[in-house]
């Protein structure tokens, strides 16, 4: 007999002749996972309808709903079609919509000033959902790229994102919002000092009840292309937004950006994009204790509809798996584009 099978031989004998019990000391972690009530009981993480908000697109007209190529089942939708929406909405129990606007090209510029229209489309959307729909919260996006002619966050000056001066026109925008009955502002711009502006402006005008949820943590992400398709900015963009959006690659200086907005005054905070983002979720959650959430942005709905397109996954149970994901990693709920289909599943107890 050559060594190796003399090993073999020794293997096998071992193999057979195992006492499992030996080596867990009896511990058995599957005897709570034996039965669906057990698993049901010690079920540690649950995904509800109030952990959604529901992201939507809004372009003039009426009575449009346009789909958006790069998002499947997703569409573009004008004022009325989006109170539609947000009484569908409201009725599935979801507590928040976003709304982004996709505006005429003629009405974007070099500074982004139709942030500065008090009835510009954004405005219209909140005041008409507000009037029919008014027990559904408003979260609006207060950046100029839906409003400049180059599709940056910012005013950009000599090849520059100026900062000082878009976050004084960020935060007069935010004034404009409010005013139209947003009941949280959220900046998605990542420039320095925008959360202590917005809350000064907001405050000075007498919007103290109005919150703040800041895109604290914004990474320079690859998953963000169909949303510029959605809002009509990406055969604008120059450049990339990386002088002004974190680099993937730094955990501690998201944390460290996320304590600022926490010091200005953010009443919460949101992780972006979200999934390749969970470490970022569980650290400021368990450092700053706000409430916390996820953006589960446009690239990160597509891919997982592609693949469900291509029969590669189920994109079904995909989407349920990567939203309870978000709420083991900390966060106390999702901006998600599946938010209908997702509230649609729990209410018939798949959740
Ligand atoms: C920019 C903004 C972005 C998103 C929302 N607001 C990113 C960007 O265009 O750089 C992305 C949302 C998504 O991808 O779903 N203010």
Redo the contacts with the bound molecule.
Sequence with gaps: MGENSRNTAAGLKVAAEIDVDEITGHRRMRRSRGADWSRRMVRETRLTVDDLIW?IFIIPGTNILEPIDAMPGVNRMTVDKAVEAAKMAADLGIPALAT?PNVEMEKRDETGSHILEPDNLINQTTRAIKKAVPNIGIIT?V?L?PFTSHGH?GILRDGEIVNDETVRQIAAGAVHQADAGADIISP??MMDGRIGAIRRALDAAGHQSVSIMSYATKFASA??G???EAIG?SGLLKGD?RTYYLDPSNAMEAIRDAGLDVEEGADMLMVKPGMVYLDICRALKDTYGLPTFA?Q???EYSMIKAGHAAGYIDGERIMMEKLLAFKRAGCDGILTYFAPEAAKLIAKGLG
């Design positions: 992201p982004f996006d950046a790229d966050d998605s711009d998953c963000y169909p949303y510029r900015t937004k953006y942005v446009s690239g």
